[in-house]
């Protein structure tokens, strides 16, 4: 019979080298355990890479609850000017 919990740990890690090793590599997004959940945080800077952080965590953490607390960063510009004191 195998190790649950190890198991868990051993598909997270497989997460992290996954993110590290493909596009969002340079994102600062965390992978951890947390009992039986996995939690994915940070900030991403589009929709698209959200998608895809999402979307590869479901590859790899498949059957397992994973709670997700990605931010997709307002990153359009300003409409109007700023104003000074």
Partial sequence: MTDPAGNIEYRVAHLRERLAAEELG?????????????VITGTVPSAECRDILL?????ELAELAVHSDVVVAE???????????
């Fill in 55 to 59: 979307r590869t965590a479901r590859e």
């Fill in 26 to 38: 340079e994102l600062g997004v965390g992978v951890e355990v947390r009992g039986q959940t996995v």
């Fill in 75 to 85: 990153n359009t510009s300003p409409d109007h000017a700023e104003e000074l004191p």
